[in-house]
């Protein structure tokens, strides 16, 4: 009995030592034995695809740009200044106000020259008087002379008195004219349409002909003037361009966001600047909101031709590699191939590709960086996938 009762103490102790073995093999045992088998049509998992903006290449005409650096200058401009001296009775302009042909800006005291040109006048008169006297005395001559009662001297001479008083005459005509002019002198009046400037002199003033200073500064703001520089290497394409007809220029801001005004090429300069190698232009623009002002510095964009229905693409696309330009293309596969280019102009935003893609091919413009031949890619939904047709126009375009 006791052997019996040992025997059955033992068993459970055998069990679990060997139930523990078998955990412990079972952990130690590969993972490979227990993955069940794939079955031969199973799903495999598609490799994740890369998030890009995309824009097709797109024919367009696109105009090519000549960009320099202007001053702007008054398209007339004058010193306003008395011709005579005299007191200043009346200013009759404001500072900084417009003016047109025949306004008055300034009365002198006219007395002076009022009375200067009564005594010509008078004087006229008298010798006209003295003229018509001497008229009736020649044919008084004549008439004696006609039957002996008169010598022919006698003739003759008031003959050469008629003469002499008519000449007379005519002297204090011109007399008469010289004095109105300097009586005209008198009321300064705008020689053109413009703006005064700062007034130099107040009225009470005595202002005399020789005086250094003028009274005021009139300038011309419309049309007005800038004269601006460019590359004498353009100086052939230019001259084409004005051949053909008017050339089109734009004043823009300091920081080229702004555009002024447009206007056209007037004349490029006789001679090119051997010391800078640059060729002078002026151009004229209307200025109708008198953004332009003189001295103003200015950017200007000249519009030198248009390439019409040429192939464009945003020039984000355009990637530098070990072998030149390229760019990443969207295969109807949603994969990207690489594309070595061959480009025309860029002006930073469009680039004309020449070679190297087709009308409609997808460009990739932006997250390059992450990408390789053949690589998956999705577009980004959004205005940055489709190129805007406004890169073409207006200011925009190809420069150089």
């Known amino acids: 009995m006791k052997k019996t ?40 998992p598609a490799a994740p695809s890369v998030r890009v903006d995309v824009a097709p ?59 200067q040109y009564d005594q010509v006048v008078a004087k006229k008169a008298q010798d006209e008087a003295q003229l018509a006297n001497a008229k009736l005395d020649l044919g ?4 004696l002379l006609n039957t002996n009662a008169a010598s ?9 008195l008629v003469a002499q008083l008519a000449a007379t005459v005519r002297a204090d005509q011109g007399a008469i004219d010289a004095a109105k002019v300097q009586l005209d002198y008198t009321t ?33 703001l419309q049309p007005i003037s800038i004269i601006f520089t460019l590359p004498e290497d353009e100086l052939l394409p230019i001259s084409t361009a004005m051949q053909a007809g008017q050339v089109m220029v734009a004043a823009m801001s300091r920081d080229g966001k702004t555009e002024f005004d447009r206007g056209t090429v007037l004349l490029i300069d006789n001679e090119i600047d051997q010391t800078t190698g640059t060729i002078r232009l002026k151009a004229t623009f209307p200025n109708p909101r008198r953004m332009l002002w003189p001295g103003q510095f200015v950017n200007v964009r000249l519009l030198l031709r248009t390439d019409h229905d040429v192939l464009t693409i945003p020039s984000a696309a355009v990637q530098r590699g070990p072998e030149g330009l390229f760019t990443y293309v969207v295969e109807p596969d949603s994969t990207v191939a690489m594309h070595v280019l061959k480009v025309g102009q860029d002006n930073g935003a469009v680039t004309v590709g020449d070679e190297g893609l087709q ?19 999705a ?9 805007g047709r406004n890169t073409v126009q207006g200011s925009e375009g190809i420069v150089r």
């Open 5 to 44: 009762r040992e025997r059955r103490g033992i068993r459970p102790r055998h069990m679990i030592a060997g139930a523990a073995a078998l955990f412990v093999a079972a952990v130690c045992l590969p993972p490979w034995l227990f993955d069940a088998p794939v079955p031969a049509n199973a799903n495999v």
């Open 57 to 115: 290449a797109s024919r367009a005409d696109v105009p090519v740009y000549l960009d320099g650096l202007g001053t702007v200058q008054a398209f007339n401009t004058a010193t306003v200044k008395t011709r005579v001296d005299g007191e200043i009775q009346r200013v009759s302009f404001i500072e900084g106000q417009s003016v047109h042909p025949g306004d008055v800006l300034v009365q002198i005291d006219p007395r002076p020259f009022q009375a």
């Open 140 to 143: 008084r001559y004549q008439k």
């Open 152 to 160: 022919r001297q006698q003739a003759d001479t008031q003959r050469a």
């Open 188 to 220: 300064i009046t705008a020689p053109f349409d413009g703006i005064t400037g700062i007034r130099q002199v107040d009225t009470g003033n005595i202002v005399h002909a020789t005086d250094a200073n003028g009274i005021v500064v009139v300038t011309q």
């Open 359 to 377: 009308d409609g091919d997808r460009v990739v413009t932006a997250g390059q960086y992450a990408l390789q031949p053949g690589m998956l890619v």
């Open 379 to 387: 577009a980004n939904p959004g205005p940055a996938s489709v190129f």
